[in-house]
């Protein structure tokens, strides 16, 4: 078993250099299959759901060409079967994109159910729903999701709630789909923007992204093409939050600060320096955080992807915090392992209370989820004495080299191998 051990105090200092966007990545590699052409995709993390992903897509026949660690080149000229039942698809949320894809180029698709972290219910009902309107019926029965068409046509979806997925997976299929497709209120993430400019630069039409109106005109064609992955905002916030807990002084490159917006205003509001330059940014801080209460909202709102770690800034802030979590269920999962370490949370709902202590100490904890994994590694540098963090795999699902990154920054973080018993419970 992995551990990561880290030995906390230091103040971090230093420039670290971003990574591409996970989600942007587990977004675009599906895409690629609705190419008729070779697509050489630079920025890509080194991370396991982008690695993954990359498998699947191997197996379905599609050419992978790995040619650095960041750069990919696909041929998925070989692909010609609408199914896909792997093992890899039931580790990972992301997985669900095939269906998109695969339907948008054969009309059908079939597909193991996706896995991911556990935040509670996670349904697909709006995917299935935005499918329908396409003209796919949908079956679900051990384990396996099925659509079938006799022929998809453009049509106007209205999502029920703000679905990130339901966003890009409707894309997808209504990418090569005749006539006019509508999705109204449309998620309006960084990723969500990114995926319809890779689809843009292999000839779609795609108008609107980045708003709650987009609007698709379906092509009959797709060409290969180059594109550039934009920059990991949550990976840039971790950052920025360790920074922050540290007391340290770092400088995070390789980001769009616009995308950051909502998280600097919070920890500007905490009482933290943020300096804003092109495509990096300053994160320094000296004394004793401030309170301050957050809420988790789809963009440009702030992140539901960066709780977890904003709540181990709140735990060691002078006074009374809230955190009201309005996107996901269950993302309190985290808490127990702060607790372990000496925060003053409770939680009642999608509601934490966070009363500020002096210091967190080292403690055994876990990784619940990926998120939940980089909040306890924020949790660790800041702490005093050593903590153990297992089942870092979470970690590795989204976070390119962390060790490495946090390392270079003057951490005292290691991973270790052991064959000792899982010791948080």
């Known amino acids: 078993?992995?551990?990561?051990?880290?030995?906390?105090?230091?103040?971090?200092?230093g420039s670290v250099c971003i990574s591409g966007a996970k989600n942007a990545a587990v977004a675009i590699i599906p895409a690629i299959i609705l190419s008729d052409g070779v697509c050489r995709v630079e920025n890509i993390p080194d991370i396991m759901d982008v690695n993954l992903m990359l498998d699947i897509l191997e197996k379905m026949g599609a050419k992978v060409n790995r040619i650095n660690r960041s750069t990919v080149e696909i041929d998925p000229g070989n692909i010609s079967s609408s199914y896909a039942n792997y093992d890899e698809i039931r580790a990972m949320r992301a997985s669900c994109y095939l269906l998109g894809a695969l339907l948008g180029k054969f009309s059908e698709a079939e597909s193991a159910l996706p896995g991911g972290c556990n935040f509670g219910v996670r349904p697909i009902d709006q995917h299935l729903k935005g499918f329908g309107v396409l003209g796919a019926e949908n079956s679900v029965a051990n384990g396996m999701i099925k659509?079938?068409?006799n022929g998809l046509q453009g049509g106007h979806v209205y999502l029920d709630v703000v679905s990130v997925g339901a966003t890009i997976n409707i894309m997808l299929a209504a990418v090569?789909?005749?006539?006019r497709t509508v999705i109204e209120n449309a998620a309006k993430e960084p990723h969500v923007v990114d995926l319809a400019n890779f689809l843009n630069s292999m000839g779609a039409d795609i108008r609107g992204a980045g708003t709650d109106v987009i609007k698709i005109n379906g092509v009959s064609?797709?060409?290969?093409t180059n594109y550039t992955i934009i920059p990991d905002q949550i990976e840039a916030g971790t950052y920025m939050a360790a920074a922050a807990a540290t007391n340290g002084d770092v400088t995070i490159t390789n980001v769009i600060t616009k995308h950051l917006e909502s998280i600097t205003a919070k920890l500007r509001e905490m009482g933290i320096t943020v300096e804003e330059y092109e495509d990096c940014i300053r994160v320094h801080n000296k004394g004793r955080l401030h309170k301050c209460n957050v809420k988790t909202m789809p963009h440009p709102g702030f992140p539901t992807d960066m709780q977890p770690q904003i709540a181990v800034l709140l735990s060691v802030a002078d006074g009374t915090s809230m955190i009201t979590e309005a996107v996901w269920d269950n993302r309190f999962r985290y808490?127990?392992?702060l607790k372990r370490m000496g925060a003053n949370i409770s939680v009642s709902g999608k509601m934490a209370v966070i009363e500020g202590v002096d210091n967190l100490k080292g403690a055994p904890v876990k990784a619940t989820d990926l998120r939940a994994g980089a909040a306890m590694i924020v949790a660790g540098l800041a702490a005093q004495g050593t903590t153990c963090i297992e089942d870092i795999r979470h970690i590795e699902r989204g976070y390119e080299n962390v060790v490495g990154k946090f390392s270079s920054l003057g951490a005292d973080i290691k991973i270790v191998q052991t064959d000792e018993p899982t010791s948080a419970n």
């Not at 078993?1 to 200092?13: E, T």
């Not at 090569?176 to 006539?179: A, S």
């Not at 064609?221 to 290969?224: E, I």
């Open 221 to 224: 064609h797709l060409s290969g």
């Open 147 to 149: 659509l079938k068409s």
């Open 176 to 179: 090569k789909t005749p006539g």
């Open 335 to 337: 808490v127990d392992e």
């Open 1 to 13: 078993m992995k551990k990561i051990v880290i030995n906390g105090g230091n103040r971090l200092n």
